[in-house]
């Protein structure tokens, strides 16, 4: 069955940075399009990007854009997500999914999600 796994989440200060990253299994991982989605307290669900089968093509949703980078090995089957100047806004669970065919920015599944927590 599809598995999602995040990691590296964690209490880092304002202007920090973290590495994200996700491990994936029970399904052609080089085949699909792969995202990190996130969900802030009191708020929900956005897309924060989307990175193509090879790599070559990123998205990125705008607040995170020049501080995120989104990264993919279809040879480790792993997902990542580099976090810079993280700022307290970017507080959230940020969960690993797989975009679903078809779709913009839909997801049929995701992981369990990792705590960012951006605070002095």
């Known amino acids: 069955q599809v598995q999602l796994v995040e990691s590296g989440g964690g209490l880092v200060q304002p202007g920090g940075s973290l590495r994200l990253s996700c491990a994936a299994s029970?399904?052609?991982?080089?085949?699909?399009?792969m995202m990190w989605v996130r969900q802030a307290p009191g708020k929900g669900l956005e897309w924060v990007s989307v990175?193509?089968?090879?790599?070559?093509?990123?998205y990125y949703i705008d607040s995170v854009k020049g501080r995120f980078t989104i990264s993919r090995d279809n040879a480790k089957n792993t997902l990542n997500l580099q976090m810079n100047s993280l700022k307290p806004e970017d507080t959230a669970l940020y969960y690993c999914?797989?975009?679903?065919?078809?779709?913009?920015?839909?997801?049929?599944?995701r992981g369990q999600g990792t705590q960012v927590t951006v605070s002095s």
């Open positions: 999914a797989r975009r679903r065919v078809g779709s913009t920015r839909d997801y049929d599944y």
């Open positions: 029970g399904f052609a991982f080089n085949s699909y399009y």
């Open positions: 990175i193509g089968t090879s790599g070559t093509i990123t």
